[in-house]
Structures are given as C-alpha cells and as structure tokens.
C-alpha cells in the first residue's frame, strides 16, 4: 500500500531559483566563454563553492583563493562582492506548482545547499520563501546534501515522516541521496515533467 503524501520539499538552486554563477562571470569575461568555463571549473569550483555552502566564510575562503590565483584576484573577489549577480528570475511553472500544493493545503519547504550569508539577501529577491512551511539550508546546518545528515535533520526539524515526503532536486547524487534517507525522491528536469511527476503520485495539481 502507497503511503499519502503529506509534504513536499524543494531544493532551491535550479528548482525555484535560478542561481547560476555565468550571470555574473558572463559580464566580467565577456565574449570569452571558454576562458569563463575554465574559471568556474578550475578556480571557483564546484567543490570549492560546496564549501561555502557548508559553512566556510566567504571572507576566508576568496582571500585564500585570491592568494593563491593573484592573476585573477579580481575576478575571485567579485565572487563574493557580487554575488548577487548570479541570481536570475525564479521559474514561473515551479513556483505555480509550488502554490497550487499550499493553496490544497499541502505543506511545503525547502531543502537546499545555500551559504548563511547569501540566504538573508536572496529570501528577500524571492517572497514564496516566506509562504513555504520551513526552510533549511546547509549553510545553517553546517552539512550539505548529499551528506544522509542533512536529511535527517530536516526531517527531525519539521517533524516530517521520510516515506510521506517528496523531496524534489535536479542533481541526481542529491535525489540518490535522498532516496536512500527513505524520501520519495524526484529529480527536476522542467515545470512541465514535475508537473507530471507529481500529479502521478497522486498530488492534487491541474493538468498542463
């Protein structure tokens, strides 16, 4: 027998929020696409960002990258000091999903990988964080999904049941992660395949 869903959690980057790091780094490199690519890959890395997420100061961290890359401390320090310019929009079909569960009553929140020291600014750019029931980022929980903990504290946190959840995310070690803390995982392609996906599981959602 299925068990009902009684919530849904969304991670934020990718999902609701269209957090990229080009926004910005496509201003500063210009037409050099290729040199951008080799930047974010080699310089301010993914793990080197998962790092910020999970804790580490910004201050600290980009005044060591700095150091260590003096050829492109300016680009490094804009990491930080306009970090804000890697926002873009929220994707309308998500953030409707997302109201149409509240307005049937379905708890909703956010788990995401997120710095404590960018959060305060972006929950002001993006109000439906303030509609959702709970909100917990890495950077407060000091462990960053796919770590099992940070699972386990969001569920111990919001009282939440594991196989009564769905926890939405479009990294597929995030959704592996999750599947394997006992969460109904789904991962996020496009507003419409989400649509879909949730619909199948029985969540009261307009067809497209």
């Known amino acids: 027998m299925t068990t009902p869903v009684t919530a849904v959690a969304f991670d934020l980057g990718g999902v609701l929020i269209d957090w990229n790091p080009r926004h910005l780094y496509r201003k500063i490199f210009g037409a050099d696409e ?3 690519e080799r930047f974010l890959a080699e310089i301010v890395s993914q793990d080197w960002n998962a790092r910020l997420d999970s804790g580490r100061s ?3 961290a980009v005044a060591e990258l700095a150091e260590a890359h003096p050829d492109q401390a300016a680009e490094i320090l804009a990491y930080h000091d306009r970090w804000h310019e890697m926002l873009g929009g929220s994707p309308d079909g998500t953030v409707a999903i997302l109201r149409e569960l509240r307005d049937a009553g379905l708890p909703t929140y956010a788990l995401s990988n997120w710095s404590a020291e960018t959060f305060p600014g972006t929950r002001q750019k993006f109000p ?3 509609e959702m029931d709970g909100v917990l980022i890495s950077g407060e929980a000091r462990v960053a999904k ?6 386990r504290e969001f569920l ?7 196989a009564s959840t769905v926890f939405i995310d479009d990294w597929d070690r995030n959704v592996a992660a999750a599947s394997a803390c006992g969460l109904i995982a789904i991962q996020f392609v496009d507003a419409a395949q989400l649509r879909r996906d949730l619909r199948a599981l029985g969540l009261p959602l307009a067809a497209e």
């Open 34 to 36: 290729p040199a951008m």
């Open 58 to 60: 910004f201050a600290e």
């Open 128 to 130: 439906f964080l303030d």
């Open 146 to 151: 796919p770590d099992p903990a940070i699972f």
């Open 156 to 162: 111990a946190r919001f009282e939440l049941t594991a």
